[in-house]
């Protein structure tokens, strides 16, 4: 399913996730071993047998994975306990999430591997649902009625798997009027406003200090390329490096200005003002800067390979540093991809990675992101991930949970049985 790199240019290809629905004996032995790891995450035994139905009903046949239709299509289910199960029955979260980020590192960890960070949107009618608001849905490219949520995706040479989860809370939420919809959807009530980028550093610094997952490389889209807040994150962690999109209009110079502080009073306290004093050096956005090089600097490179065959774009890099309030910042590495052809489409990405890093290594990291985004695409399609129709907030993060573990377990299986095995699963419990 995953478009994996085909060139020389990489340090690593991904590997597709390729098994069939044939030829594995005892699947439901195999949930059961696995789901005996996360036994002691729950309080009573009804509560473990719900967790079990409720990953079968995500691995059938069903077209609509809902609570409703899987309760009615396994064995002994019942549609009342299994909804409580999911909304409202504890679980214990932490637990099963260092449980499951140490079977993650088990099958894919690697030192060179990748955390990926992105949102995906799931959309739904009405008001009710726990952080439903108008706002932009990645799955379908516009503003609508939707849910949003931050993923965390590790990736390696070994496969892919999301490794941790943020409902987006839109703001408008914490307001009074938003009060009693709060209280039914079981918002913690220390909960408040956090941006995407603050959701993922969240996640960033909990995986880092877990220090189970190993990985050296973190790859975002812009919304979290722009953030001070994320970018500072990943240079707080001594050895990481990071991949990010940033928009057409970043401004950036060719060679950094000489500039000077100055002191001055206001207001009775002596403050500092940063000004240029070589005001000569050009401030560009990044799209005039990639529009004016010439082709001799740009590399063609065959990036990935997917449903539609090869896919093949120009690179060129720069030493380029960032500009902010037309003050010079940090020296990063601009990477700017083009399509091929008369009217090209530009991407950007920065990164702090090594002076001596070569273009290939840059190259290889921009088709990475393309894990995320299968992980989504495969949780989706084949196990639910955006069938649910839970209201409240702790429903939500144990869908959430469950469509993760359901999507490594099959990955578990690929890694155990070898490229060429294939599965077959039934509702049966």
């Not at 032995?29 to 139905?53: I, M, T, V, W, Y």
């Not at 600097?297 to 037309?326: C, D, H, M, N």
Request: hydrophobic share 35%; glycine share 6%.
């Amino acid at each position: 399913m995953l478009p994996s790199i085909r060139c020389d240019e990489h340090l690593y290809s991904v590997p597709k996730f390729d098994l069939g629905k044939r030829d594995v004996k005892d699947f439901m032995s195999e949930l059961k071993g696995f789901h005996e790891q996360f036994a002691d995450c729950f309080q009573r035994s009804e509560s473990r047998e719900h967790f079990l139905k409720y990953m079968v009903g995500q691995f059938s046949p069903l077209e609509r994975k809902s609570i409703e239709p899987i309760a009615l299509a396994v064995k002994e289910g019942n549609v009342r306990p299994l909804q409580r199960f999911v909304s409202d029955a504890p679980w214990d979260e932490d637990n099963m999430i260092v449980k499951y980020r140490s079977l993650v590192n088990h099958d894919l960890g690697s030192p060179e591997g990748a955390l990926i960070f992105d949102e995906s949107g799931f959309l739904k009618k009405g008001e009710d649902s726990i952080g439903v608001a108008r706002q932009y849905c990645g799955s379908i490219g516009k503003v609508d009625n939707c849910q949003v949520g931050v993923f965390a995706a590790y990736v390696s040479e070994h496969g892919y798997a999301l490794v941790d989860k943020r409902l987006f809370i839109p703001e408008q939420w914490f307001a009074e009027e938003y009060f009693d919809r709060r209280q039914k959807c079981k918002l913690p009530a220390d909960a408040v406003f956090r941006t995407k980028p603050e959701l993922a550093v969240e996640m960033l610094n909990a995986i880092s200090k877990e220090d189970v997952l190993p990985f050296k490389y973190v790859l975002a889209d812009s919304i979290y390329g722009v953030s001070p807040d994320f970018i500072g994150a990943v240079e707080a962690l001594p050895g990481k490096t990071y991949f990010v999109s940033v928009p057409k209009d970043t401004r950036c110079r060719h060679s950094r200005p000489t500039t000077l502080t100055k002191e001055y009073r206001r207001g009775g306290k002596i403050r500092k003002k940063t000004i240029l004093t070589s005001p000569d050096s050009k401030l560009l956005k990044v799209k005039d800067l990639a529009q004016n090089i010439n082709d001799y600097f740009w590399y063609r490179r065959q990036v990935s390979e997917g449903a539609k065959g090869p896919v093949v774009y120009e690179f060129t890099r720069r030493r380029v540093i960032l500009s902010a309030a037309g003050l010079p910042q940090k020296t990063v590495w601009l990477l700017i991809r083009r399509t091929l052809g008369d009217n090209p489409e530009y991407s950007f990405f920065i990164s702090n990675a090594l002076s001596s890093t070569r273009l290939k290594r840059l190259v290889w990291l921009s088709g990475l992101r393309w894990a995320i985004k299968q992980c989504f695409e495969e949780t989706k399609t084949e196990l639910g991930m955006d069938h649910y129709e839970v209201r409240k907030f702790p429903g939500w993060q144990h869908h959430m949970l469950t469509c993760m573990l359901a999507h490594f377990f099959l990955w578990h299986l690929k890694i155990r049985l070898g490229k060429k095995s294939t599965i077959h699963y039934s509702v049966a419990a």
